[in-house]
């Protein structure tokens, strides 16, 4: 089962609170969930919290990098917040 994460909207911005561990597909999955709802909410900011997870590990960092590389691509503002200081 894969874990779910709701994409929140709040007028132009998608807020992505992500309170469950991912492994590597669903993680993957939330990448391709969020750039698809940029696009179709026609998004102008993106904020992910990741204050829910306890380990990032190199893929997990490396997607969420790439997601937020993407999202500036095709013209959303960017935040990533909640990371722990452990990680």
Same mark, same amino acid.
Request: charged share 25%; hydrophobic share 50%; glycine share 6%.
């Given at each position: 089962? %894969?874990?779910?994460? @709701?994409?929140?909207?709040?007028? /132009? @911005?998608? $807020?992505v609170p ?5 492994? /590597?597909?669903a993680a993957?999955?939330?990448? %391709? !969930?969020?750039?698809?709802?940029? %696009?179709?909410?026609?998004?102008? &900011?993106?904020i992910i ?11 997990? &960092? +490396?997607?969420?990098?790439? @997601?937020? !590389?993407?999202?500036?691509? $095709?013209?959303? !503002?960017?935040?990533? @917040? &909640?990371? +722990?200081?452990?990680?």
């Amino acid at each position: 089962m %894969e874990a779910e994460v @709701t994409i929140l909207k709040l007028k /132009d @911005t998608l $807020i992505v609170p992500v309170q469950v561990e991912l492994h /590597d597909n669903a993680a993957k999955a939330l990448q %391709e !969930k969020i750039l698809m709802s940029i %696009e179709k909410e026609n998004a102008q &900011g993106l904020i992910i919290d990741i204050s829910g997870i306890f380990i990032v590990d190199s893929f997990l &960092g +490396r997607i969420l990098a790439e @997601t937020a !590389k993407m999202a500036k691509l $095709i013209g959303a !503002k960017v935040v990533l @917040t &909640g990371m +722990r200081k452990e990680v």
